[in-house]
Structure formats: C-alpha cells, structure tokens
C-alpha cells in the first residue's frame, strides 16, 4: 500500500502502532476482495488456516470458486450459525449484557494487547473503510483482517458497503474499528464464537474472535448502530420493510420486526405457489387436510430494508416512523428454499447474478454452478438449518433507497403447532391488530420462537427482548425500552399488527399466513381498522382477532383467524396456550421494572402482570 493514503486515515495509536511497518491490503473492487478469498491464486479452492497454539494448523473454512461466485464452508458445524450468548462487553460503561469480567475473571487489557500482537505479527493485513449504517447516513468504521480472511473480508463489504482505495477521503476517522482474529476462540474461548465489544469515547471497539460474520460482520456493527443510537436517541428497528403496489395501483408500506426466524427476509418475497398455481395456506398436522387458495395476481414488491431499518430522528414527520435501510446487502436465509422451483425470483438472481456472490452453508462444488436448495450437511441426513446467500441491495429489481414512511408495524412470531392434547402457545390467529401499548409489550418479549433456524439450538420459549435487537445491543435494556416507547407515542398514525408463522394452532402454515395477511392489508387501503370486523381476542395480549378475511372472493376459514374455534383446540387447549404465553410473558418483563423506566411503560407492564383487559391497554395511549 501507498504509504500516502495513511495521510487520509485519522487512526487510534494501536492501530498506527500495528499498521506502522506492516503490508497492507486496500482493496478498490469487488473483484480485489473475491481475489483475496480464493488466496490471491488460480486454485478453485482455497483453505483458510491459522496456527493455533496447542491445536497446530487448524482450517476453519473452505472456499470453492464456482460459476456464480464463492461458496463458504466451516469445517465446524457450530460455526455455521450465530450463538445467541457471544456478545461480551469488556468496558465500564453501562451495560446489562455479559461483561469479560464476569466471565474470565480478569480485564481484557491482557487479551486486547495480545490481539494488536497476532495482527501486528501477521504477514500482512487488510484495512477496509466502510461506512456502518450507509453511504449517506452513516458513521465512519473500518474493519482490520489478516490477507487470508478475505471471504470474511467480502461478506462485510457486501452487508456493509466499503470505499475503494482511491476514494478514501480525507481526514477519514473511525468511529468504529473491527479487528479480526479466528484463532483467540480456540486459545480463550473454549472454540466458542466470541465477539468482545470495547466502548471507548466516541470509539467502538469491536473485536471478532470467529470468522462466521453474522456476530460480527452483521450483528457486531448492528451493535455499533445501537450504541451511537443509545447515546443520541434513536434505534436501528430489526425489520424488514416492503414498499406494496396492489393489482388496482393502492400503495402501503408495511415493516415486519421480529426475532430472529420471524419472517422478516420472507416479508419482502412473493408468496410460495404449488405447481398448478395455487397458495396451500395450511395443512392439518392431525388429520392432514389442505387447504387452497387461489390468487391470481400478486402485488408488486418494491424491498426497502431486509433486517436493519434506520430511524434516525432527521427523517421522522411527527405522524407516521420513517426508515431507511442501514445495510448495503442482506443476508438472506434460505432454509425453506430445499428444491428447485421454491423461490424462482431468488433462484434465477443467485443463478445467473449480475457479479459473482457470496454463499455460506451452501454445497457448492469448484467450477460449477453454487445452488441455493442443496445445503451443506451438518451430519448425515441433516442439512445445515442456516444456508446464506449476501446479495448487494444494488442486485435487487425496485430496490426502495430513499426514506419511506411505514403504514403499518408488524412483529412476526415463529409459533409451534398447539391442540388441547398437546397445548403450546400457537395460538395465534392468521394476523392480530394490536393497540400502540400491546405493540410495545411484544417488542419488550419479543419471542424467539419454535425452531429456530438462524441460532444455535436453544430448549423452548425464549426472548430476544426489547424491540428484538437486544441480543445485538451493548447497553441497558431499560435505556432501549424507553427509546421504543417514544418513538411509538411519536408516531400515532402508524398502526400495529401481529402475524404468526409456521403454525396456526394445528395447522401447519409457514409463511403463507404472513404472505395472505400482507396481500389482504394491502388490498383493503384503509388503515385504521375502526370498520373492520374486529372480535378482541380470547387472550387479550393477542388484540383484536379478524371475525372475517376474504381476498379476491376467497373467504379464509374462520379457524385460521381464531384457533379457539378449531375442533382441535377449542376454548381448552386455547387457554391452557394462552397461559403459557402469559406467564412467559408476566415473566420477561419483570427485568424492567427499574427506576429508570418511563412511568407509562411501568403501568403498561402492570396491567400484563395483573392480566388487564384488552379495553385497558387501548385507554394506555390513545
């Protein structure tokens, strides 16, 4: 590298002291970056290894160089997916995650250090300047990673963007400096996927002991957004947002947050046909009965933010919240796409891209085609539950880039199937509309849900809490729950749903009531539902239940909308479902009854744990 370009870096003293007589790596293309991954050579594979003290040459991944791009491999099952505990924070500042002395008894000083040591030790370094949160928007970071890391490289200038070599600008200071090191999770980790945040002034510190970018690529600088939002008074929403065009030319925009395996990345595709055309909206895991129906002609999606959604205070209007994507590619799970035909829209762009992706999980072989069903097996007979693709926005057909305002705010659940022989908490209808209190509720829980492809495994019902980012963030969850709040009370005239997927009681449904749901709202144009035909809900956490959904003349039977009504549930099974999910509810908010919560969220969160009526939560905030 010109040493001349450091002139235009405004970098932290370690970072000097690393770099100062090192050979660094800046890349200007894409095509660099894909170079770097298959080891700057002709070789259709490539082997990314480190010496490991005490374990020897250990090869963490695999690379194969295939017709349409490069397909990723772990030579460890675990590493294939994100754990949900490998967030630790090693500074002083306020927090109410993980700290490093809690866990290891010692500062992170010691281990800090060694880490500059190994960069400083490697032959040679890649820097990448990118902007975390977008090109317009954003906050200057940068990435440092040893030469041979270069798919990891690719992956984080394909969810994040980067900036070629030669238009670094001047005076290009950090905000944030990511600082890659594999080997430290075998030598002080267990093997275990760490990702060591370090708070410093008006610097973050983000040090990535694992090569699976979604801890650190992705969800380690989502963490970066969330701290620069804590301190300045906004959030980065975990959502997905679809601008929607209906066959009679109404538009909305509906933006669908979740944990993790909650629908997002699916809320921007179009619904799932059989081979003869028609929608299965459900199938009877009792009896096996289907059930079909048919519409003809879809509306037109334009995708506006996959997984991250801006909400800085410049954009808001002061009647409905605006957004705008924070990344500049998504990671798209591909689980549910296991044979050709599944997705066409999808397939025919990963098959055919406009420049060559990258794939992770996915059985790509050297010198062909990388396709997207056929996923790496984890064991014999067990395909990976995470199969990735990461395609730039720019790849995307009526890519949404400006700033949107959002109609409607769905939080989408991941449910398991429910009957009164076997009752769990599937007992949510096809879609719920929830008064602003009951909103914020959900997104202070905001379960995990049933089978969970995207973490590693965990037993039952569990949270990702307030506004279903917090595993990504750093602080308090008192300070995020009280942003949420605000930012809900400042924003009346976007409304409120709740849509489930996999199952509807008995039936099972993936994602198809979430597509019908989408198609129907979108086909009504008026959101406010006070005409609607609206019951409230057994449960009250639930809302308001559909009495009736009919689209393009197709009535949806009335035990997709209210499961007390299936003949396997009943109002038994639906109650003892509904106390699971009220206890597990009564029990995630106690974490926030702290001094410091604003005192309407602390009658909202009393009224749950005093089992409030639904007419009680609407009277919260009018």
């Given at each position: 590298?010109?040493?001349?370009?450091?002139?235009?870096?405004?970098?932290?003293?370690?970072?000097?002291?690393?770099?100062?007589?090192?050979?660094?790596?800046?890349?200007?293309?894409?095509?660099?970056?894909?170079?770097?991954?298959?080891?700057?050579?002709?070789?259709?594979?490539?082997?990314?290894?480190?010496?490991?003290?005490?374990?020897?040459?250990?090869?963490?991944?695999?690379?194969?160089?295939?017709?349409?791009?490069?397909?990723?491999?772990?030579?460890d099952p675990y590493m294939r997916r994100r754990d949900p505990d490998c967030m630790i924070i090693s500074d002083n500042n306020p927090t109410d995650k993980p700290t490093y002395k809690e866990n290891f008894d010692s500062d992170f000083d010691e281990l800090r250090q060694a880490t500059f040591d190994w960069l400083e030790n490697q032959e040679e370094l890649v820097l990448l300047p990118f902007m975390a949160g977008g090109e317009k928007f954003g906050y200057e970071a940068l990435l440092v990673a040893p030469a041979n890391s270069g798919f990891f490289v690719g992956a984080l200038a394909d969810l994040q963007g980067f900036i070629p070599k030669s238009k670094i600008p001047n005076n290009f200071k950090p905000r944030a400096v990511l600082y890659l090191a594999p080997p430290f999770r075998h030598t002080h980790f267990d093997g275990k996927q760490v990702v060591v945040h370090h708070r410093l002034e008006k610097m973050h510190e983000l040090f990535c002991y694992n090569l699976y970018p979604g801890p650190s690529a992705k969800k380690g600088v989502y963490g970066v957004l969330l701290n620069i939002g804590e301190e300045e008074n906004w959030a980065t929403l975990h959502a997905s947002t679809v601008k929607i065009t209906t066959p009679y030319e109404?538009?909305?925009?509906?933006?669908?947050?979740?944990?993790?395996?909650?629908?997002?990345?699916?809320?921007?595709?179009q619904f799932h046909r059989e081979l003869d055309g028609r929608l299965l909206v459900g199938t009877n895991v009792k009896t096996k009965e289907k059930f079909y129906i048919d519409i003809k002609e879809a509306c037109e999606l334009q995708p506006v933010t996959d997984d991250m959604a801006l909400a800085i205070p410049s954009f808001q209007n002061g009647r409905k919240l605006v957004v705008k994507d924070?990344?500049?590619?998504?990671?798209?799970?591909?689980?549910?796409?296991?044979?050709?035909?599944?997705?066409?829209?999808i397939e025919r762009l990963t098959?055919?891209?406009?420049?060559?992706?990258?794939?992770?999980?996915?059985?790509?072989?050297?010198?062909a085609t990388c396709l997207i069903w056929e996923h790496t097996m984890d064991s014999p007979g067990k395909p990976c539950p995470n199969p990735r693709v990461i395609l730039p926005r720019k790849f995307i057909d009526g890519i949404v880039s400006e700033p949107v305002e959002v109609d409607i705010r769905s939080f989408g659940?991941?449910?398991?199937?429910?009957?009164?022989d076997k009752p769990n908490y599937g007992i949510?209808?096809?879609?719920?509309?929830?008064?602003?209190?009951?909103?914020?509720?959900?997104?202070?829980?905001?379960?995990?849900?049933?089978?969970?492809?995207?973490?590693?495994?965990?037993?039952g019902m569990s949270s990702e809490g307030v506004g279903s980012y917090w595993p990504f963030a750093t602080g308090r969850m008192v300070d995020h729950a009280n942003?949420?709040?605000?930012?809900?009370?400042?924003?009346?005239?976007?409304?409120?749903?709740?849509?489930?997927?996999?199952?509807?009681g008995v039936y099972k449904v993936g994602f198809m009531g979430q597509w019908i749901a989408r198609e129907y709202l979108s086909r009504r144009g008026n959101f406010n539902f006070k005409k609607e035909p609206l019951v409230s809900s057994r449960c009250s956490l639930l809302g308001y239940a559909l009495e009736s959904l009919k689209i393009d003349g197709q009535a949806i039977p009335k035990d997709f909308l209210q499961v007390d009504l299936q003949d396997e549930n009943g109002v038994e099974g639906y109650d003892a479902g509904a106390t699971i999910l009220t206890d597990f509810f009564k029990k995630e908010l106690q974490q926030y009854l702290v001094p410091d919560l604003d005192p309407l969220g602390r009658k909202i969160i009393e009224t749950c744990l005093r089992d409030g009526s639904l007419q009680e939560y609407v009277d919260l905030i009018q």
């Open positions: 590298m010109e040493r001349s370009i450091f002139k235009k870096l405004v970098l932290p003293k370690e970072l000097e002291t690393i770099l100062r007589s090192k050979e660094v790596i800046l890349v200007e293309s894409r095509e660099d970056i894909l170079d770097l991954a298959m080891g700057r050579s002709e070789n259709n594979t490539f082997k990314v290894a480190y010496d490991t003290p005490g374990k020897g040459n250990v090869v963490e991944a695999t690379v194969a160089r295939c017709k349409n791009g490069i397909s990723i491999n772990y030579t109404n538009t909305f925009t509906i933006m669908h947050e979740g944990a993790s395996g909650g629908g997002k990345s699916e809320m921007t595709e924070a990344e500049n590619g998504w990671f798209l799970r591909i689980d549910h796409i296991s044979e050709y035909g599944t997705a066409p829209d098959i055919y891209p406009p420049e060559p992706l990258i794939f992770l999980n996915i059985d790509g072989v050297a010198g659940v991941r449910t398991p199937p429910s009957t009164k949510l209808g096809m879609l719920h509309i929830l008064p602003p209190a009951l909103a914020w509720l959900w997104r202070m829980v905001a379960p995990r849900g049933h089978a969970n492809p995207s973490v590693t495994a965990t037993e942003i949420l709040l605000r930012q809900i009370m400042s924003t009346p005239a976007t409304k409120y749903i709740l849509i489930p997927n996999q199952h509807i």
